[in-house]
Nanobody, 126 residues
Framework: QVQLVESGGGVVPPGGSLILSCTTPGFTFNTSPMTWLRHHPRRGIEWLSSINSEGDDVAYTDSVKGRFTITRDNANSVLFLQMNDLRPDDTAVYSC???????????????????WGQGTQVTVSS
């Protein structure tokens, strides 16, 4: 059974940083591209970033480019999202997702995400 479990969320002041993790029991992590998304309270589901299976190709939505970094540890089957210079508008529930096999790069459409986790809350507030 595929599971994706996010952790690392919390409350940070504007300008702060967080590192989110996504553990992935139940599937062969190192053969799958992976995606981070968020559930924004006003804008709904937003794709943030994707990484290919080898970890050498990444993509970001414009609003997080230069502030967020996606990486993966294939040896331990963990996906990461380093978030710097956080803003109040980054407040959301953050989830990781596994694209389905028909999805194409950069896997930014929610309709192509086969599995995603329950998410971890990130609140940016002073």
């Amino acid at each position: 059974q595929v599971q994706l479990v996010e952790s690392g969320g919390g409350v940070v002041p504007p300008g702060g940083s967080l590192i989110l993790s996504c553990t992935t029991p139940g599937f062969t992590f190192n053969t799958s591209p992976m995606t981070w998304l968020r559930h924004h309270p006003r804008r709904g589901i937003e794709w943030l970033s994707s990484i290919n299976s080898e970890g050498d190709d990444v993509a970001y939505t414009d609003s997080v480019k230069g502030r967020f970094t996606i990486t993966r540890d294939n040896a331990n089957s963990v996906l990461f999202l380093q978030m710097n210079d956080l803003r109040p508008d980054d407040t959301a529930v953050y989830s990781c997702a596994k694209p389905n096999t028909r999805s194409t790069w950069p896997h930014s459409s929610e309709y192509t995400w086969a599995y995603w986790g329950q998410g971890t809350q990130v609140t940016v507030s002073s």
